[in-house]
């Protein structure tokens, strides 16, 4: 399971149970864009979210050049994700195992979803 900067700010606010059940069958993995997302926090726990994330096994970050040809591909532009987002649904397309995004942003569901990537998505509809 990659677990994008929406799902790790609220688990370090309030423990997600599926993160901590993640975690502990070590079935989480990292990206190091997240891993930037979370270092740009201005809370005091920025760096804490920062190195939690750093310390885990990394899904294979994907050439630029393909998250711009996927972007392109599928027409995520004007979708509602950015750069990263788009980032972390190429790594879990390129991956050699699956890999599930968990992600509490609507359009990151949405986008990932209609080009075949699995997304973990407990937060109510609305």
């Known amino acids: 399971m990659l677990v ?3 799902a790790w700010v609220h688990h ?3 423990p ?4 901590e059940a993640m975690l502990a ?3 989480v993995r990292g990206h190091p864009d997240v891993v930037g997302e979370l270092a740009m926090g201005r809370n005091p726990e920025a760096s804490i979210c920062r190195d939690a994330v750093l310390d885990l096994p990394s899904v294979d970050l994907v050439e630029r050049s393909m998250v711009r040809a996927l972007i392109t591909h599928h027409g995520m532009n004007g ?4 750069w990263v987002d788009a980032g ?4 879990c ?3 050699s195992y699956p890999v599930a995004i968990y992600t509490h942003d609507r359009a990151m569901i949405r986008v ?3 080009v075949g990537v699995t997304t973990i998505d407990l937060s109510p509809p609305g």
């Not at 997600?16 to 993160?19: V, W």
């Not at 972390?88 to 790594?91: F, P």
């Open 93 to 95: 397309l390129q991956s």
């Open 16 to 19: 997600d149970p599926l993160i």
């Open 25 to 27: 069958r070590m079935l």
């Open 112 to 114: 990932a979803r209609s």
């Open 4 to 6: 994008d900067s929406s």
């Open 12 to 14: 370090f606010r309030a």
């Open 88 to 91: 972390l649904i190429a790594a």
């Open 79 to 82: 979708q509602g994700i950015g």
